[in-house]
Structure formats: C-alpha cells, structure tokens
C-alpha cells in the first residue's frame, strides 16, 4: 500500500475493497496503530444535527431506544456512520498514541477535537454510552478513536468551556467558508437560512466581519425571530418555512448574492435558490440537501447562480469560528439559549 492510501486511512477499511473510509461500509478501529496515526481517547461525541434529528424522529424521542441505535451503528461499522443520513459529527478526547511518521503535530495527553468527520473514523465504544440518556447531540462516552495522516484536530482552547468548544468546531466550516465567498464576490448582501442554529449564527457573524451590509436571517418561528434579534446579528429578521420556496423569496424580498442554508431538515434547496439574484451563490452547509434537488431544481427556475457545497474544512476554519464566538456576544447568547454553551 502506497503512502498515499496509508495516509489516508484505507488499510482500515473492513468492506468493500477499493474505497475511502467515508465511502466504506465498516472500517477497523481495533488493529494496531500504524505508523502516521494517532490514537484518541474518546470522552465525548457529538452526533451532527441531521443525523440526531432522523434518529429522534425515527425513535419517536425515546431516549434508550435511540442511545442503542448509535450503539448498533458504531458497532456493526466501526465508525459513527447513520445510514440514513450518510452523515456523522466529530468527536473530543484525549491523545494516547502517536505514531512515530504522523504530522499532527499532537502530543499525548492533549485534549483535542477531530476535524473530520466520524463517517470516516474508526470508532470503538468501551462503555456502551452508560452516561448518555440518549437527549442531545453530545454523546459523553469512553472509547477509542484513530486519526490518518490527512486527518485534521485542533487543540481545544483554555478559555472556551469543553462542550461549547465542541459545539463551535462542529459547525466552523461553515463561518470560514461564508467569509471566504463573501469576501471573494464583494458580496453586500447575504441571507442565512437556519439563522438561529450554531452554524446559522456564525455564518451571521462571518459574513458581517467579511464586510456584508445587508444581512438577512430567515428562521421558522417567531420564538427565534426573537433571539435573533436580541442577538443582533442580522439587520433584518424574516419568518418562514425554509421547505416553502416562494414562502421564502417573498420573505426575504430584493433577492441577496449569498444565501447560507443551515437548515438540518431535507427540501431547503429551492427556497435558497429562488432567494438569490442571478451571478449569485448559494452555500449548502446541511447534510440534509439533495444534489439532485439543487441541480434540477436551480436548471428549471433557470437560475444562474454557483452552488457550493460545505466540506466542512477551509483552512483556518477552527481558529476564525472560536475567535466568532469570543467577539460576538450575540453568538455566545444563542448558543447559551439553545443549550450548546
């Protein structure tokens, strides 16, 4: 196996052959550690929103029942991987092991945060989530964790309690990616779907430092019109269903060059289209959109606009979110109101 493929994890997947580990469908959090990886000491998950959000749903709330779903999926694929969702979260712990070639840069005994997905992670649960009642997206646990070559932490910061570090650097490729395009297309006007969420505020909050003077934040209910507002994040406050296209361009008017979607439920692509002007762009960051959705759709409202989809990873993207949430009080508010701080 090449250096190339070892970095990059494949001799930790199980099934099928000749893919990544994001695109297996269980990998091997139990062999030895290799060369350029490290070892991590889970303590705590945080399933993304999508994803617990199907799993509430699919459970009908129960607690327990929801608890052994994550159980059944981390076991039977050796990664946090909903099946259904496709999507996953990230993870903080404890270095344990480093690997003689890894470039991580990490020292054992450091708390860190993964940076990369857990649909790519070897994970293996030692406690069977005993301290966890299934409520919530943070998953307090023991277990152990592999990092590749090309995978990314961040050392967590002194003066950021550790569940909202977590919660900040789950969502701080989007902040990064809003500033980038922001400032790439001089762009004035940005509207952010989902505007009351973790990744809705900060983008809310990028976009202003990027230079944006007219900010949009379109939001569901007017509970969290209301926190948005208190926050003062956005200049103009707008109510409706992100699923309802034209109930989503008459909220937001004189359509903006950028729309953010933060929005966790499926059937958000048309409504962000249809927001934004011709030459615009139009930011997926939910890993509950359809491609197909969004190409069809933008191709028969004949909407000239470039989509880009989130990765997740900007360079810089830790950094610029925690440095958000330390300027911008109203961002440290949401999240307090939303219980993630």
């Given at each position: 196996m090449g250096p190339i493929a070892t970095s990059l994890g494949v001799g930790r997947v199980l099934e099928p052959d000749g893919v990544l580990p994001q695109a297996a469908w269980r990998l091997d959090p139990d062999a030895a550690l290799r060369d350029d990886e490290t070892a991590i000491r889970v303590r705590r998950l945080n399933l993304d929103a999508a994803s617990y959000r199907q799993l509430v749903e699919e459970h009908s709330g129960n607690g327990p029942a929801i608890r052994d779903a994550v159980l059944r999926i981390v076991s039977s694929r050796g990664k946090m991987h909903n099946p259904v969702t496709g999507s996953g979260g990230m993870l903080i712990g404890t270095v344990e092991e480093v690997g003689p070639d890894s470039v991580l840069e990490l020292l054992p005994g450091q708390s860190v945060a993964t940076l990369v997905s857990l649909t790519l992670t070897p994970l293996r649960i030692d406690d069977g989530l005993r301290s966890w009642d299934g409520s919530g997206e943070q998953v307090p646990c023991d277990g152990r964790a592999i990092l590749f070559g090309r995978s990314i932490a961040a050392v967590l910061p002194a003066d950021i309690p550790e569940h909202t570090a977590l919660s900040v650097l789950d969502v701080c490729g989007a902040p990064a990616l809003v500033d980038r395009v922001v400032r790439a297309n001089d762009a004035a006007s940005v509207c952010?779907?989902?505007?009351?969420?973790?990744?809705?505020?900060?983008?809310?909050?990028?976009?202003?430092?990027?230079?944006?003077t007219r900010l949009v934040g379109l939001v569901p209910t007017a509970s969290e019109a209301a926190q948005v507002r208190d926050a003062g994040l956005a200049d103009e406050i707008v109510i409706a269903d992100a699923r309802d296209p034209l109930a989503v361009s008459a909220a937001v008017g004189e359509p903006v060059q950028v729309s953010v979607v933060c929005v966790d439920v499926p059937g958000c692509e048309h409504g962000a289209i249809l927001a934004t002007g011709n030459g615009g762009n139009v930011i997926f960051f939910s890993m509950a959109t359809s491609f197909a959705a969004a190409a069809l759709g933008a191709e028969g409202m004949a909407a000239d606009v470039t989509m880009l989809v989130g990765n997740g990873y900007t360079p810089g993207?830790?950094?610029?979110?925690?440095?958000?949430?330390?300027?911008?009080?109203?961002?440290?508010?949401?999240?307090?109101?939303?219980g993630h701080a």
């Open positions: 952010v779907l989902g505007a009351a969420g973790k990744s809705g505020s900060l983008s809310l909050a990028a976009a202003r430092r990027a230079g944006a993207h830790a950094q610029l979110a925690l440095d958000l949430y330390r300027s911008t009080p109203g961002v440290a508010r949401l999240f307090a109101q939303r």
